[in-house]
């Protein structure tokens, strides 16, 4: 069996996550596509009024759709706007249905005939994120639902067709008008939340935003609009119209999907996406460099937080650092929570030439990252606690060399040169030493305050009594005492488990003090298995390594030796 | 015999007088620090230095660093450092520093003072002094593919008693053999560990420090 004790234990999840992604957008990008076959089928084959051609716009249109979607989907998974047009093809889709001669789904086209134009008000409000940010547009979006779906009614009861209860041609006029005259007036609405949001817009986004929004604008009201004059115009000026209509639809979400996935827009709706994965269940929860980091597409990125009434500043790990000044090549975004300045984001300038991005994108993160700042300063709250219990061990070390060990040593020479004494209370007075020795050993060995964790592991060796492989690198400059000897104790917990608990032959141990990070690993050749029976002495060494920010890993299937594996940070 | 001591410890210093007093050794000096430890041994220049290896300033090796210092300006200055613990590192810087006249033991060695004294005198003779526990953790440190590895238990038993210092008569006595076999184990040893033809003491002594750095 294979254990894994504490810490952020990285696994492949993220991938696995994609793979099921990936098959699952395809499949509805599949059915789809047989789901359009089907319709079109419908259309044409047992049907003895088939529709004019143009009814095979549908079908196009919403394959169109979906297939922006997927590709929007697949690109930005965390945002909406690929499912929003998914549903859109299958809005389509089913807008289509009208066209077939079955009586049932004739019935169901009629219902959600008009459910396109809702969709697309949706897509335009909600790019690029796929969510919608204010109270206007929520209402607007619900609104034009309801036109498409309550105001459809009277039109599929009073005209011909499967679902008709009455005949009154007049009536029918009047409601398909009304309705078109709502959604008009709805998709007005949504033209000016547009332009209100277009006004707010930085200029940047402007020059992106604009054109499409003003395109969607049009394409949102040649729906209604266009529908009225075709039924007012016959046979090829109606054709031609449907055609340019369904064309301007169709682009719409072409340009959206394009506007997703690449070009500034990618950016800003990921920015978005931001708020809602930050905003993910607190286990779930990635942390915030990271996710920072691969939205704004800079791996180097780097959160700095400042310590809540103080002036310091600690990095992600809680070591205390001061924010470097802005170059050319490192920029400096300050994150404000109110008039209070809670952080610094660090990225890197060449890559990110934009800093204004970066400050929306730390406005954005703010209070995720107060909320991360208090676990920062938990953690550095529990690293001192480490620092201060090494600092009371050296201590009680020191007092007992300098008084008890002293008088002992006194007393036994006192002892040994009394005449009449026997020889048996100096020896005695010696064990007490030995056993003395011993403890303060335990408590913080002498050869690690003197002389460092490679001399004082090396010392350890030599009390192995069995062989043991020392590799050592990057030991020029010493790491901090709390590194350093929560890594002693850790490498001699894991050495004293392989001989006492897993039967091994051999010992390797690797020191390797790096610039950001102290990696230990100790490995045995012995029976393994040590999962099952990792008691207090490696836990309360698991939670050393934790508090000053470090992960711990041990492998130990059983039969294959153990693995233990540790990873400190250091300031560097 | 003069005598300087270094040690920064009222309680240690006592004793230290204490048996050295008794075993006829005259006191010239005493030192609190490495610095006058240095001054008052350059100035006195007695025929054993005594030496805490923890001192002030820093508290860390600096009587051990001292003593180097020392055995660098006054070659052939036969030098003893106490420590409270062992560590290899320090016998093997010491014995590296020149292979004659130097000791290095626990401080509650002190008590046993027949032992003690004649450690004192074999260092002052020339002899190396190496505190049992330091050449046991040697021993107990055994590695594949070293020259030590190759050597018998016999050769091993021989080799950990000259690292302590002693004489091929005291080891024959120790050991319960002939003189003679102490010495065939001996040339077999340096045979093994490849130490080439060298006055005696020398060849002793490599193989002492061959034995401790591995």
Known sequence: ?572 | MRVVIGEDQALMRAGLALVLEQAGFEIVAVAGDAEDLVRKTAAHRPDLLVADIRMPPTHTDDGLRAALELRRRLPGLPVLVLSQYLQRDYAVELLESGEEGVGYLLKQRIADVERFVADLHRIVAGGSVLDREVVAAMVGRYRRGDPIGRLTDRQRAVLEQMAEGRSNAAIAEQLGVSEKAVVRHTSNIYDELGIDRTPEDHRRVLAVVRYLSL
């Open chain 1, 1 to 572: 069996m294979s254990a894994v004790a504490t810490t952020p234990a990285q696994d492949h999840a993220p991938y696995s996550r994609r793979q099921a992604l990936t098959l699952a957008v395809g499949q509805v990008a599949a059915g789809a596509l047989i789901a359009g076959l089907v319709e079109l089928a419908l259309f044409y084959s047992g049907n003895d009024d088939p529709p004019a051609w143009p009814a095979v716009l549908y079908v196009a249109g919403a394959w169109i759709y979906v297939a922006a979607g997927t590709v929007a989907w697949l690109r930005r998974p965390g945002s909406r706007i690929g499912l929003l047009m998914t549903i859109g093809g299958f809005a389509w889709l089913g807008a289509g249905l009208i066209n077939t001669s079955v009586p049932a789904l004739v019935a169901a086209g009629s219902i959600v005939q008009t459910v396109p134009i809702a969709i697309l008000v949706h897509l335009l409000l909600a790019f690029p994120s796929g969510r919608l940010r204010g109270t206007a547009e929520r209402v607007t979006v619900a609104g034009i639902y309801g036109v498409s779906l309550v105001l459809q009614a009277p039109r599929y009861l009073l005209a011909p067709g499967p679902l008709q209860i009455d005949e009154d041609p007049q009536l029918l006029d009047v409601a398909a008008w009304t309705q078109r005259g709502v959604a008009t007036a709805f998709v007005l609405v949504a033209c000016a939340l547009l332009l209100r949001r277009l006004r707010d817009a930085p200029p940047a986004q402007r020059r992106v935003l604009g054109p499409l929004s003003l395109y969607g604008a049009v394409a949102a009201l040649a729906m209604p609009l266009g529908a009225g004059i075709v039924d007012l115009l016959d046979g090829r000026g109606a054709i031609l119209l449907s055609c340019v209509q369904m064309g301007l639809t169709a682009g719409v979400t072409v340009f959206f999907a394009i506007a997703v996935s690449r070009g500034g827009f990618a950016r800003t709706g990921q920015i978005e996406e931001l708020g809602a994965r930050l905003g993910g269940e607190e286990g779930r929860r990635e942390g915030l460099a990271e996710v920072l980091g691969e939205t704004l597409g800079d791996s180097s990125l780097e959160l700095l937080f400042r310590v809540p009434g103080e002036q310091s500043w600690v990095n992600g790990a809680g070591v205390a650092t001061v924010p470097p000044a802005a170059s050319t090549r490192r920029g400096v975004a300050k994150v404000q929570l109110g008039d209070e300045t809670i952080g610094a984001i660090v990225y890197d300038a060449t890559l990110l030439t934009r800093s204004d991005e970066v400050r929306e994108a730390a406005q954005i993160v703010a209070l995720a990252l107060d909320r991360e700042r208090l676990t920062v300063e938990l953690r550095a709250s529990r690293a001192r606690l480490v620092e201060a219990g090494d600092e009371e061990r050296r201590r009680i070390a020191r007092d007992l060399h300098d008084g008890l060990q002293s008088r002992l040593v006194l007393l036994a020479v006192q002892a040994g040169v009394a005449p009449g004494t026997s020889s048996e209370l100096r020896e005695g007075i010696e064990v007490a030493i030995d056993e003395l020795r011993a403890l303060v050993h335990g408590v913080m060995p002498a050869e690690l305050t003197e002389r460092g964790l490679p001399a004082a592991v090396n010392e350890l060796a030599d009390r192995m009594p069995i062989d043991v492989v020392l590799e050592v690198a990057g030991f020029e400059r010493r790491p901090s005492p709390a590194v350093e000897s929560t890594a002693f104790f850790v490498t001699a917990e894991a050495m004293v488990n392989a001989v006492k608990h897993a039967r091994a032959d051999e010992l390797t141990v690797t020191l390797a003090h790096g610039e950001r990070a102290l990696r230990i690993e100790v490995r045995d050749d012995g029976t393994g298995g040590a999962g099952a029976r990792s008691g207090n002495g490696i836990r309360s060494i698991a939670d050393r390594v934790e508090a000053l920010g470090g992960r711990l890993r041990i492998d130990s299937a059983t039969g294959a030796g153990t693995r233990v594996m540790v990873e400190l940070p250091c300031a560097s």
